[in-house]
């Protein structure tokens, strides 16, 4: 079972995917490090709109930063990513195995209902 903290985070990583500005940042910082306002280049928001968007990827812990004097470099981190996606693989799993039981309940009924069928259109 999830402990309150990984729940957080999961929390932080979805509601940071949740956004297309977001998820275009990671794609860019996927393909290597880049300073902030290289990142802000294509969006036509201003440079405090994207920093905002930045520091939602930062709490979600899928950027890191480092700062080389007056140069903040952002580059991508995984883990969050990898974690959220191991997330929704149990919940899939669950509700798979969750539906096939369902399924073969159903199925079962049919095959019982098949075999012993009751008279339709009872008088009330």
Known sequence: MPTPTTE???????AALADPTRR????RLA?????VTELAEPFAISLNAVSKHIRM???ARLVRR????????????P????RAAAW?????????QQLDALDSLL???????????????RSS
């Open 57 to 59: 990827l930062e709490r």
């Open 107 to 121: 199925r079962e009924e049919d095959r019982e209902a098949s075999k012993n069928p009751t008279k339709k259109g």
């Open 24 to 27: 275009a940042i990671l794609q």
């Open 66 to 77: 480092r700062k080389a004097g007056r140069e903040h470099f952002l580059s991508f981190n």
């Open 79 to 82: 883990e969050p990513l990898d």
């Open 88 to 96: 929704i693989e149990e919940q899939r799993a669950f509700w798979n």
């Open 8 to 14: 957080v985070q999961l929390d932080h990583t979805l």
């Open 31 to 35: 393909r290597g490090e880049a300073r």
